[in-house]
């Protein structure tokens, strides 16, 4: 079933008529026809399955039948910050971070980034939420993970969470590989975790020194060297196996 | 340190000349000079270091200095089975996969495929085979991923694992989660594990069965719905997670 989110607190028996890009999805893209059957996620979260009962010049309405008991949301709330990167990546990071249930991503320019947004941030930020709504979609997600610009690292250490890590190779090295399972597997459901990846050269000293006097802590992600784009999903996947698949 | 594959057994004193294409990375695209150092790994996934002693024309000799006592191997073999997917996800599954560990990734053509390879598929695997060197490279990885074509999914039955899984979205419905940990957790190191992913459109009922029939475990890799490239690297994760972090 088709699934997508609407700006409305939802329960069953409403009637509605569903937002423009829904309905031209739908209707145009897809041919829906009266009667057929959505998914529609409300602003509180929850699933409800709703019934096409009339199309007009591309305009969709539903009727809110009842609640569907779905919840795909990761146990715990995970940010990733990633130092800014090149090319594609920041949307390959948004897309593939939301399908493994990231509740928020975060861009920052760091020391050692290539690349530069500045006046490009408001446009880029925009175009990364479209991709997590657009993902959020496909994968079904009860929560549409925001994406957000930082313009400083040292603007996120002011930022509260329960868990706090930065990614770092020379911790495969050091036997600190444990540190990032250690973390995980302590939080309880409804704790939030923050992840630090850096851009392609990688996390400075500065910054890692920075960070972990605000309480983060260095941990590896296996002994391999991963791209920029990846070292996130290896995270979310990690979360997703500690806290979903051996609980 | 670059990192190099060598087609040649090494030893600590051996004087060579590398492979060209490597001659012509370090020469021409990193301008490196006489008396820089890079890794090299040995046919027998042995990493040395080696020095470079002469540059001529673009070929460019090394003498071997020392072994390095570095292996980045996931303890298990794990080999991953992707259904024929559309556009750059070939790529991208086997760049990711390298990077995440995978010593072989097989594409075949499966019942929802939607693309066909048939006397593309020895270009294409030619080239997903030059993409895994690369990503190897850049890994730093002892081992050169295979990527092979299989004609035909019950050709993959033959073959022997010591873990066979295929991943299948019911089963995060039915409480079959736990069975991707119970697999790959019970895994001695040296042990292979294998998993078949379906391509956009899923595995069909009779392949599921025919794969049960042979030996495979249903399993699900979390609640949520993942893209065919996503799956893969879920899985080469929590292989990660299970068998070098945990462990």
């Given amino acids: ?24 999805h739908l209707s145009r893209v897809l041919r829906a026809e009266v009667g057929d059957d959505i998914e529609l996620v409300s602003v509180d979260h929850v699933v ?30 995970a940010t990733i910050v990633s130092g800014l990167s090149k090319r594609n990546k920041p949307e390959l990071i948004v897309q593939k971070a939301t399908e493994l249930g990231a509740s928020q991503v975060i ?6 980034s290539i690349v530069k947004w500045d006046q490009k941030s408001a446009k880029k930020i925009k175009r990364l939420n479209e991709v997590a709504l657009s993902a959020a979609e496909q994968s079904h997600r009860n929560v549409i993970p925001r994406v957000r610009y930082l313009h400083n690292l040292a603007d996120l250490v ?7 890590i ?9 036997g600190e590989e444990a ?9 309880q459901s409804g704790a939030s975790v923050v992840a630090v990846f850096g851009p392609e050269g990688g996390v400075s000293p500065a910054e890692i020194q920075m960070l972990v006097q605000n309480g ?19 995270f979310l996947s990690a979360c997703s196996v500690l806290t979903e698949l051996t609980r």
Same sequence: chains 1, 2.
């Fill in 1 to 24: 079933m088709q699934h997508y989110f609407s700006n409305e607190l939802l329960k069953a028996g409403d009637h509605l008529e569903l937002p423009k890009e829904v309905s031209h």
């Fill in 48 to 77: 409800y399955e709703a019934r096409i009962n009339e199309i007009v010049d591309q305009k969709v309405s539903v009727i809110i039948v009842n609640k569907l008991s779905v919840n795909v949301e990761l146990p715990i709330a």
């Fill in 107 to 112: 861009f920052v320019p760091m020391d050692w």
């Fill in 158 to 164: 002011t930022e509260d969470f329960d868990a706090k």
């Fill in 166 to 174: 930065v990614a770092y190779e020379e911790s495969a090295k050091s």
């Fill in 179 to 187: 540190n990032l399972v250690k973390k995980i597997g302590s939080l």
């Fill in 216 to 234: 983060y802590t260095t941990a590896g992600l296996g002994p391999r060297i991963m791209r920029t784009e990846t070292a996130p999903l290896y």
